[in-house]
């Protein structure tokens, strides 16, 4: 499953689940401290210079007993950590609870798990949906199909929903953004290279393979090149990922009338009204191009021809709950020709996935309840607050920065809220039906039930009590339009923290993580906002030039950097991360320089306390992964490779260079530093 992010700066790109009670146990019977220098010394590799290549040094061990899986598309620490606890959190759905939204996260389980059951009624359970799109008649009928698919996770032509006023952050609005392509992004449609054309082919195939699946006798190679065609289409009228990230290109806000105007073959009243929308009149049109570029598209397309694109969507997003051959053969081209995973993972896995997904809180208040250690939290807190006082002090000393701006920011830096564990009021499932024996219905259900949650907000404020991610997520992040930074339960563990460790450790692992979130609200996308997560200018002209000037630095740096083959890092699309990976790890290091560091002088295994805070940070990161998955990450993923996370910040600290004693020509040490935070 994926989680759609909207404008969320998360740590990394996975989402994993994570129990905490396997490992606090293991953890804490193997005596914390010595365990934890044990890990730090095992993932190295002393014979690389961690002046040549810092990331090696530290992850080098690691990496040599740690080759990619078979069944995984990358492997590193966030993975292990939640590998070794996915059997806690497949025992907690097997075990009867007596909690109801937790009776209903283990159904849906145990249907996801009945595999012989969903193979049995074969594309019976879709048959309603295809004949819902087999009766379209006319374009005029559109809006009722679109909006029943809509509900069901099946993401045609455009993405619509409820979201953050952004000149007004406590109220909520209708919103609607470009979407209803199957490849990862536009340019997998309009790159002209020998792999890309290759790519699309593949593509064709997989979609023909796949509607002969649905009907047999279908499945023809010019429904797929259809498919593939209107998509295309679709692609051409979308922004693309480096330009969204100016979130002045993608506010419009519009009276529905001038939506209406931009398509007028597409009645958007009658959308609403179906969706179960409530009545509203402005909506944010993120790219009002995208809408021209639908309508003439759906002009253009023929109505069979739309059939097959809605049917193709349909059994894509249903996949994972048709019999066994539709998963595998959507597996084959969405995950092993795009991203290099060789075989599919155990069953229960992707059950578990998908269970935290979709109802990720009725599964996480268990864990919560079961294995939430009790120091984490005031641990945590202890450190917002000391990354928060080196973050003022950085503010206060940036000599680019004129004093109208400088207050501004400070004000903003004393607004961000901090969250640590999971949310104080839980969701509630009880309107949710879960059956044991009807896995697509579940996952139908699931879907529809968290789009009416969220279509339910349009008019009404936010609330900011919830949370965008579950407790046993093994992830974090900033929301610019609620300015709070987020630590689900899941992170709080080793390598990223572990109570009573050596606090050099904690502070180049979690304090780090904290800085990162931090200084994402000062980033080239979050510096946008001001305190209370508008979407407001605060930023004099010529601050907001001498910030582009050294973020342009971070970009060029990063751009230089290989990803996979010929495939390198895009430094404007991963600037945001790099910025914040950067002022994250320099903020962790001076405030645990100003803390428990001040008095710290204990060498271990030949590390001083400042060379631990650098290996916690670049120990984080240690991953093994296909080049096919590095591709896909640098051509869609606003993360540089995790090597970049390492040495890209390191090289660019006279700190890292004076504590590990590298010359000045050192691969570590960067002539022209970049530094904006
Ligand atoms: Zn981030």
């Known amino acids: 499953m994926k989680l759609t992010q909207y404008r969320l700066h998360v740590l990394a790109f996975t989402f994993v689940s994570l129990p905490l009670a396997g490992i606090l146990a293991t953890a804490q019977s193997a005596a914390p401290p010595r365990a934890a220098a044990a890990a730090m010394r095992d993932a190295m590799d002393r014979t690389i210079d961690p002046c040549t290549n810092f990331y090696a040094f530290a992850c080098g061990g690691w990496l040599a007993h740690n080759p990619v899986p078979a069944d995984r598309q990358r492997w590193g620490r966030f993975q292990e950590v939640q590998d070794r606890n996915y059997a806690v959190l497949r025992r907690i759905l097997e075990t009867k609870g007596s909690d109801a939204d937790r009776r209903k996260a283990s159904d849906y ?30 374009r005029d009928e ?97 922004l693309d990922r480096v330009k969204r990230r100016d979130p002045a290109t993608t506010d419009h806000q519009m009276r529905l009338e001038q939506l209406q105007a931009l398509t007028p073959g597409f009645d958007w009243k009658r959308y609403a009204a179906a969706a179960g929308a409530p009545a509203f009149q402005r909506i944010n049109v993120n790219v009002p ?24 969507h349909l059994v894509h997003a249903s996949a994972s709950m048709l019999p066994k051959t539709f998963e595998e053969a959507d597996f084959d081209f969405f995950n092993r020709t795009l991203a290099g995973q060789q075989e599919q993972p155990p069953r229960w896995r992707e059950c578990v996935v998908q269970t935290d997904a979709l109802m990720g809180e009725a599964l996480g208040k268990a864990f919560v309840e079961e294995a939430f250690g009790p120091q984490a939290k005031p641990d945590m807190l202890k450190m917002v607050r000391a990354i928060k006082t080196v973050m003022k002090q950085d503010i206060d000393a940036a000599p680019w920065m004129s004093e109208e701006t400088r207050r501004a920011a400070n004000r903003k830096l004393e607004a961000v809220v901090d969250r640590i564990g999971y949310p104080d009021k839980w969701r509630d499932y009880r309107a949710r039906v879960v059956a044991r024996d009807d896995a697509l219905g579940n996952m139908q259900r699931a879907r529809a039930f968290e789009r009416r949650r969220n279509l339910a907000k349009i008019g009404r404020p936010v609330d900011r009590g919830e949370w965008d991610m579950t407790p046993p997520t093994v992830n974090a992040y900033y929301s610019p339009d ?16 572990l109570a009573g460790r050596d606090a050099a450790l904690n502070y180049g692992g979690a304090g780090a993580v904290i800085g990162h979130e931090l200084t994402h609200g000062f980033d080239d996308e979050g510096r946008h906002y001001d305190g209370q997560g508008n979407l407001r200018e605060w930023w004099t002209e010529a601050d907001g030039k001498a910030f582009e000037t050294r973020a342009s630095c971070i970009a060029d740096q990063y751009s230089e950097y290989v990803a996979a083959g010929d495939a390198k890092i895009n430094g404007r699309l991963t600037l945001g991360e790099n910025v914040a990976d950067n002022g994250g790890l320099r ?41 096919e998955a590095e591709r896909l990450k640098a051509a869609t993923n606003p993360h540089s490779s995790n090597m970049y996370r390492a040495n890209g910040v390191v090289s660019n600290m006279p700190e890292f260079q004076k504590a590990f004693s590298c010359r000045g020509d050192a691969p570590m040490v960067r002539q022209n530093a970049c530094r904006v935070w």
Request: proline share 5%; with cysteine; glycine share 8%.
């Open 289 to 312: 191009d995208f809408m021209k570029a639908l309508d003439r598209a759906l002009g253009s397309t023929s109505i069979d021809d739309l059939k097959t694109y809605f049917r193709w």
């Open 109 to 138: 389980y145990a249907a996801c798990m009945a595999e012989p059951a969903i193979d049995a009624k074969g594309v019976m359970p879709l048959q309603a949906d295809l004949a819902q799109i087999d009766g379209l008649k006319s």
């Open 587 to 627: 903020l962790a290091l001076l405030a645990y320089l100003a803390g428990p560091g001040a008095t710290e002088k204990s060498v271990i295994d030949g590390l001083t306390p400042e060379q631990r805070v650098f290996v916690g940070w670049a120990q984080v990161w240690c991953e093994n992964a296909t080049p």
């Open 482 to 497: 609620r300015n709070n930074i987020n630590f689900p339960a899941g992170i709080l563990q080793p390598p990223f923290y």
């Open 142 to 238: 559109l809006p009722e199909l679109v909006a029943r698919l809509h509900a069901l996770g099946v993401n045609v032509l455009f993405r619509f929903r409820a979201d953050t006023d952004r000149r007004n952050a406590s109220a909520q609005i209708a919103d609607v953004d470009q979407g209803g392509l199957s490849l990862p992004d536009r340019e997998y449609y309009l790159k002209t290279d020998a792999r890309s054309v290759d790519l699309r082919d593949t593509y064709a195939a997989h979609v023909q393979r796949m509607l002969g699946l649905l009907r047999p006798g279908a499945g023809r190679a010019a429904e797929a090149a259809a498919v593939s065609a209107f998509e295309r289409t679709l692609a051409e009228g979308e």
